[in-house]
């Protein structure tokens, strides 16, 4: 079928169709939302990311501590009351570390173009 046999409306529609979904503005505001969304999905494994430390860290302190607790009952020994502190301090560090990722992360979002006009 040649351009001849077809409606030139139809070929016109399809022209106009063209030119405007193709426009090197309209393509780039959407490679720009494109990217925004990518930027931001990333943003969030991030946290995903330090939630899932922070669940572990504090489960591992959490252990340590048990454990330090029993054996400072059981033996009376200072040295267990200086594991129960160290466990605290790396569950306080994976909190700061949580926060500030946080943080950053909404600050990349925040600061990154999204393509709307």
Sequence with gaps: MNSSEVNPQII??????????????????EGAGKAYQSVAQSMA??????TDNLRN???LATTAMGV???????TGNGKYAEVIA???????AASTTMLTIGQDA????????TGAN
């Design 86 to 92: 160290v466990a605290q301090a790396m569950s306080t």
């Design 45 to 50: 494994i991030a946290i995903q990311d330090a």
């Design 68 to 74: 330090a607790l029993a054996q400072l009952l059981a």
């Design 12 to 29: 016109s529609a399809i022209k106009a169709t063209s030119a405007a979904t193709l426009a090197p503005e309209v393509v780039a505001i």
């Design 106 to 113: 909404a600050q990349v979002v925040r600061s990154f173009p």
């Design 57 to 59: 860290v504090n489960t």
